[in-house]
């Protein structure tokens, strides 16, 4: 395909998504009629698709229209291309501008449409995040690392690198853990390279890392909240006796068996009935639920799609799971919070609210991750019993 018919290709997407559909759905659906395009193609498209996702707003300022016509003249313009030079008309590419579109906006973008976030959202982030508000809703424009953990249990770090770059997977060691390497190229080849077929490696952000690192050592640990396993992959690789894994949707966890194997990780996995029966347990980690803010750069559809009404739910499960989790830790052991959110509200404020409501518990430790180029946005506390 030509640039200007990838383009082409994207406005079409694009429209396709204008009725709130999911971008991967309509993106599949597209690469199946339309099977000529190359993987270079559907992976370029697939980039312009999701670029736009994460700044719509700017996006459509800046290209004079909310369609996927002006969406993607923005795009381009926010990028430093002249739209001019695709929408030529030929090629398969989209139409010539027209007199309007070719006009650059007057004035200064609005800040609302700057922060590229729904107008309650924009309110959100100046009352909660103060002076940082600015700097989290641009952070969350731009595209995430790609991240590896080294399972420590199978390899060493430059053993890692050494097997990586024979897959042509350049990485760079990340000051937010030690067992983090993001990627400078080649991560398109990283799930057929040995490194990570055999479990040398896993996929995993930056900060999720430091939030394992950060976890107190302990003998028996309930990852209560366990999705994918992630984490609870990465606390057996720090040397834990016995992991548990729950979540209370079970089908969240089907990949945790094939992961654990190719980690040769052992954990086990619980139902909710279980879960008195095996504890208590020295070290609960509870990664909830949660509006996912603090990597919106990966979805940045939920961005726009995320209501008041979601997000006040969305409290109130972190707060029911705290509860339900805090009665699973043994006297003296650690309860330990973690959500994906930069929302003051999902963070501390639950910490807060939790410690009010339950007598005898404190907070010994939290810590905020900024959205950075390093990792995700995260947040994680300690609790104790006094
Ligand atoms: C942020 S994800 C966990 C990610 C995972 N820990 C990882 O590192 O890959 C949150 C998980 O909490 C689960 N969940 C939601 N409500 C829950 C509840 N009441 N009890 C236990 N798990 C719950 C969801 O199904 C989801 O898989």
Redesign the pocket.
């Known amino acids: 395909m030509t640039p200007a018919a990838r383009v082409a290709a994207a406005i079409e997407i694009l429209d396709m998504i204008g009725d709130g559909t999911p971008a991967e759905q309509v993106l599949t659906r597209w690469g199946r009629g339309n099977r000529f395009a190359g993987s270079k193609d559907r992976a370029a498209i697939r980039d312009y698709v999701f670029d736009v996702q994460r700044i719509r707003r700017s996006a459509a300022w800046l290209g004079r229209a909310a369609t996927g016509r002006g969406l993607m003249i923005g795009l381009l313009r926010r990028n430093g291309v002249d739209p001019a030079t695709l929408f030529t008309g030929e090629g398969h590419g989209p139409a010539p501008l027209m007199d309007y579109e070719e006009a650059l906006p007057e004035g200064e973008m609005p800040h609302e449409d700057a922060w590229n976030l729904p107008d309650w959202l924009v309110e959100r982030f100046e009352a909660g995040l103060g002076a940082q508000a600015a700097e989290t809703a641009l952070a969350l424009q731009g595209r995430a690392p790609v991240t590896l953990r080294v399972n420590t249990s199978k390899s060493d770090t430059s053993g890692a690198i050494r097997m990586l770059s024979e897959a042509e997977v350049e990485v760079v060691g990340n000051p937010l853990s030690p067992t983090a390497l993001t990627v400078v190229s080649g991560s398109r080849r990283i799930r057929n390279s040995a490194a990570y077929l055999d479990g040398f490696v896993e996929l ?1 952000d930056a900060s ?1 890392q430091a939030v394992v690192d950060a976890l107190p050592p302990a003998a028996r640990v309930l ?10 992959l990465a606390v057996v690789a720090r040397g834990a006796q016995a992991v548990f894994a ?4 079970p089908s ?1 966890m089907r990949d945790l068996p094939l992961r654990a194997a190719r980690a040769e990780a052992e954990i086990t996995q619980l139902e ?1 009935s279980d879960l008195p029966t095996f504890g208590p347990y020295d070290l609960v ?1 509870v ?4 509006s ?1 803010s603090g990597s919106w750069r990966r979805a940045p559809e939920a961005k726009w799609r995320l209501t008041p009404a979601q997000l006040e739910n969305t409290m109130a ?1 972190q707060d ?2 705290l509860d ?1 989790a805090a009665k699973l830790v043994e006297q003296g052991g650690t309860l330990a919070y973690a ?2 959110s930069i929302l003051p509200e999902e963070n501390r404020a639950r910490v807060d609210a939790f410690i009010a409501r339950t007598p005898g518990w404190q907070c010994v430790y939290d810590q905020t991750f900024a959205v950075s180029a390093l990792g995700d946005g995260f947040y994680t506390a300690h609790l104790k019993q006094t």
């Not at 729950?246 to 949707?249: G, P, W, Y």
């Not at 990664?287 to 949660?290: E, F, M, V």
């Open positions: 995993q999720s990852d209560y909240c366990a999705g994918g396993g992630g984490k609870a729950h979540d209370i949707d969240r909710g980690l990664d909830a639920p949660c996912g499960v029911s799971i339900d959500t994906c």
